[in-house]
């Protein structure tokens, strides 16, 4: 089903509308491209459903507690929105192509988590595998129409997080797996980052360089 006919903005006695199309629609008189929070929200909820986050599903517009309005590509990079729910999920939204290509849980992705008090209530066993991460992080991609086998991807690569601060004997070992997939045509470039919390058994990050479900055009 689109999200857009199962998704409702609850909006209390306001609406909250923004200029600039969350859909790519452009205004036939000016040219330019128009967002707003009403509809980009609905594929915002549709990836939080598919994800199994830790939001309200559906998604309504009192959960948006940060909305960074869209941003036209100046020849190079992507057109995009963001949004922030809850203070602590981010999500960012390509405009051309009607999808999340980035997601981020601030409480507990080890892309952002780095100071000792935020480290050391996180350091407990681990209830998965690294195996059992890659096995979650590839229902990710299929749960969000991406199709491993069709994509310019090279195999898999599943690291466990580590922390050791100063003066310690020895690492740590962290409940948190990063699974990426390089690029075929650049193995440098990760195609597909995917972070698992092993412990909650959440995804709390993903990202990929190319926001479409059908494989880049070969040059």
Known sequence: MNPRSQVCVALGFVCLMFPGSASAKMNPDSNIAIT?????????????????????????????TRFSGYRPKRGYGRETVSVT??????FHYDVEHLLVYGFTDDRYSMRYLWR?????PLIRPSKITKAQALETARKCLKRLGYSEKELPL??????????????????ELLPFFTVEWPFSKHPDWEYFTIEIDGYREKVTHFSTIHPRQDPPVKE
């Open 116 to 120: 000792a008090e935020d480290i050391k």
């Open 85 to 90: 729910v809850d203070r602590k999920l981010h």
């Open 154 to 171: 090279l195999p898999p690569r599943v690291n466990q997080w580590t922390w050791e601060p100063p003066g310690a004997p020895k690492p």
């Open 36 to 64: 707003n929070l009403v509809e980009v929200l609905p594929y915002i909820s549709d990836f939080v459903g598919k994800l199994e986050l830790e939001s309200p599903h559906p998604l309504e517009t009192n959960r948006v």
